[in-house]
């Protein structure tokens, strides 16, 4: 899968050796819907360790739809200021809406440059999710998601 804008991302993540990391008294995450003109899609944002920013994927389903396949691309973006944990609103440009789907607290497992595993417990959503670049597409992940609980879809407006 390749998004609209792909040539144009130049995620940063540029992890510490797993050995070097630091402890962090309680890193965050988020999940945000971001609604644009022509579609919507979920900003996943993970706070990591000696990161002034977060590192943030794309996602085109639904958190409540992750656990109903085995792995859920992702494309990872630009790293997000840490505003993003807490703002809703429009976004600068006329770049659409972000609304807080869920966020809270990440525990992180592993972290280098090609996989990621977190344990996240936030209001909706509590599990573990393992990120892994694709070999063969720049800035292209996998997501696996194992919930805590069975996943339950987000109330009707």
């Keep these: 899968m390749v998004w609209q804008d792909s040539a144009n991302q130049k995620p940063r993540l540029?992890?510490?050796p797993d050995a070097a990391l630091p402890l962090s008294?309680?890193?965050q995450f988020a999940i945000l819907q971001h609604r644009q003109n022509h579609?919507?899609?979920w900003d996943l944002l993970l706070e990591l360790p000696a990161r002034e920013l977060l590192a943030t994927f794309r996602v085109d389903q639904p958190p409540h739809t992750w656990a109903t396949v085995e792995v859920v691309p992702v494309q990872a973006l630009p790293d997000h200021r840490r505003i993003y944990l807490d703002y809703q609103g429009p976004i600068s440009g006329n770049r659409g809406t972000v609304i807080r789907c869920d966020r809270g607290t990440l525990r992180l497992l592993h972290y280098t440059t090609t996989h990621m595993a977190v344990e996240i417990a936030g209001?909706?959503?509590r599990g573990r999710l393992n990120l892994r670049a694709d070999d063969s597409a720049p800035?292209?992940?996998s997501l696996h998601?194992?919930?805590e609980k069975p996943p339950q879809p987000p109330p009707a407006p």
């Design 25 to 27: 008294p309680s890193p």
């Design 14 to 16: 540029r992890p510490l």
């Design 39 to 41: 579609y919507t899609h």
């Design 123 to 125: 209001a909706l959503l």
């Design 145 to 147: 998601w194992s919930p």
């Design 139 to 141: 800035n292209l992940w």
